[in-house]
T-cell receptor, first 112, second 111 residues
Framework: AQTVTQSQPEMSVQEAETVTLSCTYD???????LFWYKQPPSRQMILVIR??????QNATENRFSVNFQKAAKSFSLKISDSQLGDAAMYFC?????????FGPGTSLSVIP | DADVTQTPRNRITKTGKRIMLECSQT?????MYWYRQDPGLGLQLIYY???????NKGEISDGYSVSRQAQAKFSLSLESAIPNQTALYFC??????????FGQGTRLTVV
């Protein structure tokens, strides 16, 4: 079975600063994918970034980047130059062949 | 138009009533999912389907059933709703890259 843990229920960051959200996971699969999704107050689920487990290079999407540590089963999200629009719930997720399993989420507040 | 459409967006129903939540997609994906979201628990998988003949239970399938009427349609039913099924429900599809595409969610309240 695959599991995802997010140990920070809530985080806050000053506007324009950098914040890192933590995620650890467990899986017995060798081939899997990791994701970060964002859920703003509108409740829409939005894909932020995706990482294939076989790729050693960390994924980057504009201000969002990940630190993927495969041996440690860690997949943290770094948000640089935080903006007010980054305030949301952030979910870490894993999938291999079938199910997509989500963590409990981290609520991020951005302080003006 | 949204790629993944859920109806209704909001629903209040009484304990013991049967209710169906519907999901349709225009993305042409084979994989479809139903999730339930509760505060502090993230999204929990209820059922998933890879085609009209392939239905699989997720983590929390008790009290729920599903029907895959076509590649594009996947409905979730609560045969006899109870208050602890009050939650936000999401339908999702996924592509070959395993990216999930979500509907707007259905806020269900059972009173």
């Amino acid at each position: 079975a695959q599991t995802v843990t997010q140990s920070q229920p809530e985080m806050s960051v000053q506007e324009a600063e950098t914040v890192t959200l933590s995620c650890t996971y467990d899986t017995s699969e060798s081939d899997y994918y990791l994701f970060w999704y964002k859920q703003p107050p509108s409740r829409q689920m939005i894909l932020v970034i995706r990482q294939e487990a076989y790729k050693q290079q960390n994924a980057t999407e504009n201000r969002f980047s990940v630190n993927f540590q495969k041996a440690a089963k860690s997949f943290s999200l770094k948000i640089s130059d935080s903006q007010l629009g980054d305030a949301a719930m952030y979910f870490c997720a894993i999938t291999s062949y079938d199910k997509v399993i989500f963590g409990p989420g981290t609520s991020l507040s951005v302080i003006p | 138009d949204a790629d993944v459409t859920q109806t209704p967006r909001n629903r209040i129903t009484k304990t013991g009533k049967r209710i169906m939540l519907e999901c349709s997609q225009t993305k042409g994906h084979d994989r479809m999912y139903w999730y339930r979201q509760d505060p502090g628990l993230g999204l929990q998988l209820i059922y998933y389907s890879f085609d009209v003949k392939d239905i699989n239970k997720g983590e929390i399938s008790d009290g729920y059933s599903v029907s895959r009427q076509a590649q594009a349609k996947f409905s979730l039913s609560l045969e006899s709703a109870i208050p602890n099924q009050t939650a936000l429900y999401f339908c999702a599809t996924s592509d070959g890259d395993r990216k999930a595409f979500f509907g707007q969610g259905t806020r269900l309240t059972v009173v």
